[in-house]
């Protein structure tokens, strides 16, 4: 005895072979929707996992302090145009506990010049801790000395893309720039960090006292960081940060913080379901494709049945079976939608693959779309191929021996 | 009285009060009204007839491609008037040869794998079936042309590798629909006499046609008229 089906598999393949361009313009669905999804959703997990060494370049383990926005009657402010953090709390909040480092900030954008040249950038004021937290190294000169600091000394440590845009090719330490025209020696260029959420390397950095005063003559601060080597702790500082400041704001019970603790690790969490997100809403959009090439393939495999009835009659006059016919359809079908789904893998990951060589985004291929969509594609491959093969199975012998 | 004791042991076909009839909406239209028939083994038989004589119907039902509306089948012993569409398929693929007016051949396929395709909705063994596929279209003269596609072919050949295809699994009758309908003469002499040689050895034919000379060729003669035999009888045609 031989086995149907493996028969069935033989005259199926033949009849695909033998009608290439039928069989290729039935894939075409199957193959652009597996490609999509495998291409789309690679592209958001390539967006996920960029965000996410963002923010652990950023440091996963850290809390910034910003102050809050004005409550009173009237307009609500943006968020940290009050003027309520000062250098006290920074101060106080270095006295926490399990806290490794703190570093109060304040920066301002303005236009800097060095000669016919001039940029608009951000200028932080920082200090030592801040340039440890931030993991900022130097690729040539030095960091600012104590006394330099205690001074209001006007120095400047630069980033790659404010030295390019001032000094070209130039090498930058030692030279002069003029911020808010005041003079400002550099003394350091800093080792490029590249892109997170922003430009890490359009930046300037002076000593802490030298923007609070000279610069901005502000007394207060814009922002404080706080760092811990214990990730395990953090919600805990944010929670002693919290109750320290409201005790020295003299907030009463009732009354909103005026200050807004951010923790990093939340920030990571917030960003992660989002891009979860997006990448569910790319895989449904390719999803959709996918289904429309399945429903492809139940027009063709209708017109087939329609294109082969006299075929079908003669099968069926020569002993095929209701079942032999049905196994024969659907195995067409299927063998349609899994080399379909094949093609569409391979297609998908060359286009997941060439999209960081071709743009700057990254995509990262994973087996679950690539499992999943070929999964799907053989699942369509047979409930759209169920309703051509019924009606080819069902087909009276003598109609289809005359039809013409 | 001995022989016609044989041919009574070695019948083939019997019908016993065959009818057909179609409807249109609620309004019956009979198209065979009692048909008594006996076939024995290795008789070629015409089945002749006026357009509309019910034929065909006639044909579809020995074929077991339909079922009677009422009365009895019994082909080589089994009653197969009330089988399902499988079991009647597999008496298509076991009992019955069809040969039909416009062929029928699959045109995707090469002469050798249409007269396979039979084999494997028989379950014949793989390597088996190229062998006696190729002995049965040497037999019919074209074992120079087993790879050759249908389209390549001249209809004479056509049919005759479609007569391939209908002995290959040793049916019981060969069921032969206006086989010449298509052909110019030459083919149907040449079509008519892989009969006859059918005949000589024994295989049982029913021969559908409206032509006297194609119908010349058979030992009996059946004419249908208005949906029942109105003459039925043995040697040359009136």
Same mark, same amino acid.
Request: aromatic share 6%; with cysteine; proline share 3%.
């Given at each position: 005895?031989?086995? #149907?089906?493996?028969?069935?598999?033989?005259?199926?393949?033949?009849?695909? !072979?033998?009608?290439?361009?039928?069989?290729?313009?039935?894939?075409?669905?199957?193959?652009?929707?597996?490609?999509?999804?495998?291409?789309?959703?690679?592209?958001?997990?390539?967006?996920?996992? /960029?965000?996410?060494?963002?923010?652990?370049?950023?440091?996963?383990?850290?809390?910034?302090?910003?102050?809050?926005?004005?409550?009173g009657?009237?307009?609500?402010?943006?968020?940290?145009?009050?003027?309520?953090?000062?250098?006290?709390?920074?101060?106080?909040?270095?006295?926490?506990p399990?806290? &490794?480092?703190?570093?109060?900030?304040?920066?301002?954008?303005?236009?800097?010049?060095?000669?016919?040249?001039?940029?608009? @950038?951000?200028?932080?004021?920082?200090?030592?801790?801040?340039?440890?937290?931030s993991?900022?190294?130097?690729?040539?000169?030095?960091?600012?000395?104590d006394?330099? $600091?205690?001074?209001?000394?006007?120095?400047?440590?630069?980033?790659?893309? !404010?030295?390019?845009?001032?000094?070209?090719?130039?090498?930058?330490?030692? *030279?002069?720039?003029?911020?808010?025209?005041?003079?400002?020696?550099?003394?350091?260029?800093?080792?490029?960090?590249?892109?997170s959420?922003?430009?890490?390397?359009?930046?300037? +950095?002076?000593?802490?006292?030298?923007?609070?005063?000279?610069?901005?003559?502000?007394?207060?601060?814009?922002?404080?960081?706080?760092?811990?080597?214990? /990730?395990?702790?953090?919600?805990?500082?944010?929670?002693?940060?919290?109750?320290?400041?409201?005790?020295?704001?003299?907030?009463?019970?009732?009354?909103? &913080?005026?200050?807004?603790?951010?923790?990093? *690790?939340?920030?990571?969490? %917030?960003?992660?379901?989002?891009?979860?997100?997006?990448?569910i809403?790319?895989?449904?959009?390719?999803?959709?494709?996918?289904?429309?090439?399945?429903?492809?393939?139940?027009?063709?495999?209708?017109?087939?049945?329609?294109?082969? %009835?006299?075929?079908?009659?003669?099968?069926?006059?020569?002993?095929? %079976?209701?079942?032999?016919?049905?196994? *024969?359809?659907?195995?067409?079908?299927?063998?349609?939608?899994?080399?379909?789904?094949?093609?569409?893998?391979?297609?998908?990951?060359?286009?997941?693959?060439?999209?960081?060589?071709? @743009?700057?985004?990254?995509?990262?291929?994973?087996?679950?779309?690539?499992i999943?969509?070929?999964?799907?594609?053989?699942?369509?491959?047979?409930?759209?191929?169920? $309703?051509?093969?019924?009606?080819?199975?069902?087909?009276?012998? #003598?109609?289809?021996?005359?039809?013409? | 009285?001995?022989?016609?004791?044989?041919?009574?042991?070695?019948?083939?076909?019997?019908?016993?009060?065959?009818?057909?009839?179609?409807?249109?909406?609620?309004?019956?239209?009979?198209?065979?009204?009692?048909?008594?028939?006996?076939?024995?083994?290795?008789?070629?038989?015409?089945?002749?007839?006026?357009s509309?004589?019910?034929?065909s %119907?006639?044909?579809?039902?020995?074929?077991?491609?339909?079922?009677?509306?009422?009365?009895?089948?019994?082909?080589?012993?089994?009653?197969?008037?009330?089988?399902?569409?499988?079991?009647?398929?597999y008496?298509?693929?076991?009992?019955?040869? +069809?040969?039909?007016?416009?062929?029928?051949?699959?045109?995707?396929?090469?002469?050798?794998?249409?007269?396979?395709?039979?084999?494997?909705?028989?379950?014949?063994?793989?390597?088996?079936?190229?062998?006696r596929?190729?002995?049965?279209?040497?037999?019919?003269g074209?074992?120079?042309?087993?790879?050759?596609?249908?389209?390549?072919?001249?209809?004479?050949?056509?049919?005759?590798?479609?007569?391939?295809?209908?002995?290959?699994?040793?049916?019981? #009758?060969?069921?032969? &629909?206006?086989p010449?309908?298509?052909?110019?003469?030459?083919?149907?002499?040449?079509?008519?006499?892989?009969?006859?040689?059918?005949?000589s050895?024994?295989?049982?034919?029913?021969?559908?046609?409206?032509?006297?000379?194609?119908?010349?060729?058979?030992?009996?003669?059946? #004419?249908?008229?208005?949906?029942?035999?109105?003459?039925?009888?043995?040697?040359?045609?009136?």
């Amino acid at each position: 005895m031989t086995n #149907i089906y493996i028969e069935s598999v033989r005259m199926a393949w033949s009849s695909i !072979v033998s009608n290439k361009l039928r069989s290729l313009l039935t894939m075409l669905g199957i193959i652009i929707g597996v490609s999509a999804v495998i291409a789309l959703v690679s592209f958001g997990y390539g967006v996920r996992s /960029d965000v996410e060494s963002n923010i652990s370049s950023l440091g996963s383990n850290q809390i910034t302090i910003i102050p809050g926005s004005d409550n009173g009657p009237g307009a609500r402010g943006a968020a940290g145009s009050m003027q309520s953090l000062t250098y006290k709390d920074y101060e106080a909040i270095k006295l926490l506990p399990n806290i &490794d480092l703190v570093a109060p900030l304040v920066s301002k954008s303005y236009t800097v010049v060095n000669g016919n040249k001039n940029w608009q @950038t951000t200028v932080y004021g920082a200090t030592d801790e801040y340039m440890e937290i931030s993991d900022l190294t130097l690729q040539s000169g030095r960091y600012w000395t104590d006394e330099e $600091y205690n001074k209001r000394s006007r120095v400047a440590i630069i980033g790659q893309t !404010v030295a390019t845009n001032l000094f070209g090719d130039e090498s930058p330490v030692g *030279q002069k720039i003029r911020i808010n025209n005041q003079p400002f020696t550099v003394i350091g260029l800093l080792t490029a960090k590249g892109y997170s959420f922003m430009d890490q390397d359009d930046r300037i +950095f002076c000593p802490f006292t030298t923007v609070q005063e000279r610069l901005l003559g502000i007394t207060y601060v814009n922002s404080i960081v706080v760092s811990s080597e214990n /990730d395990d702790a953090l919600s805990q500082i944010q929670t002693d940060v919290t109750n320290l400041l409201r005790t020295r704001h003299r907030i009463s019970a009732k009354d909103d &913080d005026d200050f807004t603790v951010r923790n990093s *690790q939340e920030l990571l969490e %917030t960003m992660e379901s989002t891009t979860q997100t997006l990448t569910i809403f790319l895989g449904c959009i390719a999803a959709i494709s996918l289904l429309v090439g399945g429903i492809g393939i139940m027009n063709i495999m209708l017109v087939s049945v329609t294109e082969r %009835t006299r075929e079908i009659g003669v099968r069926k006059a020569l002993g095929a %079976t209701y079942h032999m016919i049905i196994v *024969q359809f659907l195995i067409e079908s299927v063998t349609v939608s899994v080399a379909g789904g094949l093609i569409g893998i391979l297609v998908g990951c060359g286009i997941a693959k060439l999209i960081p060589l071709v @743009t700057s985004m990254t995509t990262v291929i994973s087996p679950l779309p690539v499992i999943g969509s070929f999964l799907f594609s053989v699942i369509i491959g047979l409930v759209f191929g169920i $309703y051509p093969a019924r009606k080819a199975a069902r087909l009276n012998p #003598i109609d289809a021996l005359h039809y013409e | 009285m001995m022989g016609a004791d044989n041919m009574e042991a070695k019948e083939v076909i019997r019908l016993e009060h065959i009818g057909k009839s179609y409807y249109i909406g609620k309004q019956e239209v009979p198209v065979l009204t009692d048909i008594n028939l006996v076939i024995a083994k290795g008789d070629f038989v015409s089945i002749m007839g006026p357009s509309g004589a019910g034929k065909s %119907t006639l044909m579809n039902i020995l074929g077991c491609l339909d079922r009677p509306t009422r009365g009895s089948y019994i082909l080589n012993g089994k009653e197969v008037a009330n089988q399902t569409d499988d079991e009647l398929a597999y008496t298509r693929n076991r009992e019955i040869g +069809f040969v039909f007016q416009s062929f029928n051949l699959l045109p995707k396929l090469s002469a050798l794998d249409n007269v396979i395709l039979p084999m494997i909705y028989g379950n014949v063994f793989r390597n088996e079936r190229v062998e006696r596929a190729t002995k049965m279209l040497e037999m019919v003269g074209l074992g120079n042309r087993i790879n050759h596609m249908p389209a390549e072919m001249s209809g004479g050949q056509r049919q005759r590798v479609a007569i391939a295809r209908a002995l290959v699994n040793d049916p019981s #009758i060969i069921m032969a &629909d206006e086989p010449t309908g298509n052909l110019d003469s030459k083919s149907t002499r040449e079509v008519m006499e892989i009969f006859s040689h059918l005949y000589s050895m024994g295989k049982t034919i029913i021969l559908v046609t409206h032509e006297d000379d194609v119908a010349s060729y058979a030992s009996r003669h059946v #004419i249908l008229s208005d949906g029942h035999i109105s003459q039925d009888f043995r040697g040359a045609l009136s």
